[in-house]
């Protein structure tokens, strides 16, 4: 376990919590959340720097947007999280790729999460074999998404 100099929370001594000063091969006394909020607060306050650097090193980044807003924009419909034949959630979304991403993310990291789904995450986190995908691609998501909650029933839809 390694404590955060800012935050003063302990986490495991590992790099999914902390970053690795490449000199000394150790790990930085910051966690990565500290980090993240510091250059945040400091990205604000240095917006000129951000925009000029942005600007000129725009040329290098190039190359993953477009495959971004291609996969973004892609599709609106209903989605479903199961685990071993079991719905545990049963969701709908405009930007349905996006959102299946987001939830990737936030299983594997339940603490970085909204709070408001924050006690989703940490149940989700503890079943095995999860299964996130499309059920349907439809434009009528919203109806279609109570249509599938009768259906499959999911556990965690109505007890967030």
Known sequence: MKQCSKCKTEYPATTEYFAIHKP???FQS?????????????????????ETHNK????????????????RKRYQGVYGIFS???????????????????HFFWIKKPHKSPKSHQSLYSKLHQYE?????????TENHKEREKYYINKYQPLYNNKI
Do not use: D, F
């Not at 910051?30 to 951000?50: D, F, G, L, S």
């Not at 074999?129 to 691609?137: A, D, K, Q, T, Y």
């Open 24 to 26: 000394t091969k150790r």
């Open 30 to 50: 910051w966690c990565r959340i500290c980090q993240v909020q510091n250059y945040k607060k400091w990205a604000k306050n240095n917006r000129k720097k951000v």
């Open 56 to 71: 000129n090193h725009k040329k290098s980044y190039s190359y993953t947007l477009p495959k971004r807003e291609e996969w």
């Open 84 to 102: 071993e034949g079991q719905c545990l959630y049963i969701g709908e979304s405009k930007q349905i790729n996006g959102r299946l991403h987001q």
């Open 129 to 137: 074999n999860l299964v996130i995908g499309i059920i349907e691609e």
